[in-house]
Structure formats: C-alpha cells, structure tokens
C-alpha cells in the first residue's frame, strides 16, 4: 500500500468514531457519530486521498469501510491483537478512544497495512446465514439439554414437554431450510469449484461449501499453509534453551467452526480417503495419538482442497507429484 498517503486513524465503538488525523504535522482529534451523516462528515473533513485504519471491530466498523470504499479512500483494517501488540511494543500507557486512533494512526504510518477490500455480495449473504444456523444449532443443543433434565424428573409436565418438543421440530426446520439456501448459493456461485471439493473422499457438500465460504473461493489463497493457519491447524511450540513448557499443539487461532467440520470429517476420510488413510496410520504406527493424527489428516484435507480447486483436476486416488 502506498505510505505516503495521509493516514487517518479511527477507534470505532457502536455509537461513535474517535477520529485522529494530521495537520501540517499537528494531530488533530475530532469525534462523529457511526451513522452515514458521521461518515460524510468524516469524508469532508479528512479528504478521499487518505488511508483510513481502524480496528475489525465486531460489525460496528463494516458500515463505515464500505462507506468510504465508495468514496474511494484506501481502507486498512487491522486485527484489534496486532495493534495491541503494537501499542505494547512502544510501552503505550492508559487507554482511551482518542489514544487508541492515534495509536492506529502510528501503526498505519510505520506499518503500511495492507488494503481491505469489501468481499463480494454472496460471500457476505452466506456469512450471514451460516451464523444464524449456528445460533440456531446452539439453541437446539440448549433445547434438547432442556428436554433431557425435563425428563429425569418424576413427575413431569406434558405441556412442557410438548412445548419444548414443538421448539425442538421448529429449530430443526429452519436448520435445514438455513443450510439448504446456503449450500445452494454456493453451490451457484462456485459451479466449477464444488463438484471439485465434493470429489475429495471425506468431504460432503456441506463442508465443500462451508470450505468455499472460509476460503472466499480459494482466489486469493497462494499456498494451503495460509488455510491451514487461517483455521488454526497450525502446530505451535513454545520452547527456549532447556525450559519447554508443554507438548507441541494447534494454535486454535481462527475458524472454529470449519476446524471442527473438518474433524469430523477426517474420521471417514482416514477410511475412504488412500492418502488419508496412509498418514493416519503411519503417525499411528509411530506411537502418536489418534486425535493428533486426525488432526493431520484436517491438514492434509486442507491441503487437497487447495491443489484440487486450483489445478481444476479432481480428487485421484493414484496420483502422484510429477517433478520437473
């Protein structure tokens, strides 16, 4: 990203922006609303021509990157963790709206962020539901939990019991209908890439799409190292001269929700997948645990998927890498 723009710094919050932007080398602080009104006056004030760094915040700040996406200004989004990091790594005291957009007016003047752009209207739609299904799965597990205890009492209530029953059958409908409109657009969207995700044993059309939605289409994934830490499969080891603090682990550090797709998936995949199957059971063979060698088998699902939609060749059982 060019870095000699003029950088803008904005802590956003659900009611308002703290602004911080330079004048002739004098920062300058300023406050607006998070509305579309807070948005044009914030355009007015501080120009187009400038790189806006805010922090990814929930939702509350999508509203106001899109906004001046459109005006044509250059937009950095930061993980709220990095710029903590950086705040700590220049031993920042105290903490307040107007010090947090200054802070992020430093980090997007040493740091050149790279730029955010708005994902396409169907990714942003599928996002949506998958959340809702999520919530409405959680609900589900609450309402059958519910239903259990109901249950283990000696005299239980029919009324609850059919209430309950009757929630229960609801959740599930609209579970499905969420997951059927969800899969289906992808499904449009993603014509080429999910016939090919579905040719890879272990991987059924419902976690082929979910992969399509973590992976925004796999267009912008260079290497299936960047999924693989995306979705926190990625080892991690803490260890400095003699002192080791713990076995070797997964970061967790990403999608939560196509991490434990993918474990249950690996489960068929290490019975019906060869390449799978032959690493779990040779980390077996080796004396390592099933669940450590499951989750090698996520990694190597994560790395097919990626060479399968890239190449545009489908899953072969007997195939091998041809060197030049």
Same mark, same amino acid.
């Given at each position: 990203?060019?870095?000699?723009?003029?950088?803008?710094?904005?802590?956003?919050?659900?009611?308002?922006?703290? #602004?911080?932007?330079?004048? $002739?080398?004098?920062?300058?602080?300023? $406050?607006?609303?998070?509305? +579309?009104?807070?948005?044009?006056?914030?355009?007015?004030?501080?120009?187009?021509?400038?790189?806006?760094?805010?922090?990814?915040?929930?939702?509350?700040?999508?509203?106001?990157?899109?906004?001046?996406?459109?005006?044509?200004?250059?937009?950095?989004?930061?993980?709220?963790? #990095?710029?903590?990091?950086?705040?700590?790594?220049?031993?920042?005291?105290?903490?307040?709206?107007?010090?947090?957009?200054?802070?992020?007016?430093?980090?997007?003047?040493?740091?050149?962020?790279?730029?955010?752009?708005?994902?396409?209207?169907?990714?942003?739609?599928?996002?949506?539901? $998958?959340?809702?299904?999520?919530?409405?799965?959680?609900?589900?597990?609450?309402?059958?939990?519910?239903?259990?205890?109901?249950?283990?009492?000696?005299?239980?209530?029919?009324?609850? $019991?059919?209430?309950?029953?009757?929630?229960?059958?609801?959740? /599930?409908?609209?579970?499905?209908?969420?997951?059927?409109?969800? #899969?289906?657009?992808?499904?449009?969207?993603?014509?080429?890439?999910?016939?090919?995700?579905?040719?890879?044993?272990?991987?059924?059309?419902?976690?082929?799409?979910?992969?399509?939605?973590?992976?925004?289409?796999?267009?912008?994934? /260079?290497?299936?190292?960047?999924?693989?830490?995306?979705?926190?499969?990625?080892?991690?080891?803490?260890?400095?001269?003699?002192?080791?603090?713990?076995?070797?682990?997964?970061?967790?550090?990403?999608?939560?929700?196509?991490?434990?797709?993918?474990?249950?998936?690996?489960?068929?995949?290490?019975?019906?997948?060869?390449?799978?199957?032959?690493?779990?059971?040779?980390?077996?063979?080796?004396?390592?645990?099933? +669940?450590?060698?499951?989750?090698?088998?996520?990694?190597?699902?994560?790395?097919?998927?990626?060479?399968?939609?890239?190449?545009?060749?489908?899953?072969?059982?007997?195939?091998?890498?041809?060197?030049?």
């Amino acid at each position: 990203m060019d870095v000699t723009l003029p950088v803008v710094g904005i802590d956003v919050s659900k009611a308002t922006l703290a #602004v911080c932007y330079a004048v $002739e080398t004098r920062l300058q602080h300023t $406050e607006v609303s998070n509305s +579309k009104a807070g948005f044009e006056q914030l355009v007015r004030r501080c120009g187009a021509e400038c790189l806006y760094v805010m922090e990814a915040t929930g939702s509350y700040y999508l509203a106001l990157a899109y906004h001046l996406v459109e005006q044509g200004a250059r937009v950095a989004v930061v993980n709220p963790l #990095v710029v903590r990091r950086f705040i700590q790594m220049h031993l920042g005291k105290g903490k307040s709206d107007r010090k947090d957009a200054q802070w992020l007016l430093r980090y997007g003047q040493q740091q050149a962020p790279k730029q955010w752009q708005p994902d396409e209207a169907v990714l942003v739609e599928c996002r949506q539901l $998958e959340q809702v299904s999520e919530q409405l799965i959680r609900q589900k597990t609450m309402t059958l939990n519910s239903l259990e205890a109901l249950q283990q009492h000696p005299v239980v209530s029919a009324k609850a $019991e059919q209430h309950l029953r009757q929630a229960l059958s609801r959740l /599930e409908e609209q579970i499905q209908a969420l997951e059927t409109e969800l #899969v289906g657009l992808l499904e449009r969207h993603y014509a080429r890439e999910m016939p090919l995700l579905c040719s890879i044993p272990g991987i059924g059309r419902k976690t082929a799409a979910l992969l399509l939605l973590f992976a925004k289409g796999f267009a912008q994934v /260079e290497a299936y190292r960047q999924l693989t830490a995306k979705a926190g499969l990625c080892p991690r080891e803490y260890s400095s001269g003699t002192s080791v603090r713990g076995k070797s682990r997964i970061t967790r550090m990403g999608g939560g929700l196509i991490r434990s797709k993918l474990f249950m998936c690996s489960f068929s995949a290490k019975k019906a997948n060869v390449s799978c199957k032959a690493l779990y059971d040779r980390l077996v063979a080796k004396g390592k645990n099933g +669940k450590l060698a499951l989750i090698a088998v996520c990694n190597k699902l994560l790395k097919q998927a990626c060479a399968i939609v890239k190449s545009g060749i489908p899953h072969q059982p007997d195939f091998t890498r041809i060197s030049a």
